[in-house]
């Protein structure tokens, strides 16, 4: 199993940027795939970014591409997502997930925050 930690969301004006956290717990970070999702009260729970085991893959939902990076560090067990060129759209919780195998998104962490102000 892993646990997640999520960490560096917070208020930001539009056009500034975030880079969240999300640090694992546990021997075989590197054996999951990474993502990040984000949640608002009127929406679901949506795909935002993913990264492959060995972070040779990247992906990212359209609306997003260009302004935010996913990486990881297999070595200090974290997942990071860069946020540039924030717009008020990208006001969410955001949530950091793994999964292995394939299987579904089976592990989360907590949220942090993210506001962008106009």
């Known amino acids: 199993q892993v646990q997640l930690v999520e960490s560096g969301g917070g208020l930001v004006q539009a056009g500034g940027s975030l880079r969240l956290s999300c640090a694992a717990s546990?021997?075989?970070?590197?054996?999951?795939?990474m993502g990040w999702f984000r949640q608002t009260p009127k929406k679901e729970r949506e795909f935002v970014a993913a990264?492959?085991?060995?972070?040779?893959?990247?992906y990212n939902r359209d609306s997003v591409k260009g302004r935010f990076t996913i990486s990881r560090d297999n070595v200090k067990n974290v997942v990071y997502l860069q946020m540039n060129s924030l717009k008020p759209e990208d006001t969410a919780v955001y949530y950091c997930?793994?999964?292995?195998?394939?299987?579904?998104?089976?592990?989360w962490g907590q949220g942090t925050q993210v506001t962008v102000s106009s």
């Open positions: 997930a793994a999964r292995k195998g394939g299987a579904a998104w089976g592990y």
């Open positions: 546990g021997r075989t970070f590197s054996s999951y795939d």
């Open positions: 990264i492959s085991r060995s972070g040779g893959s990247t």
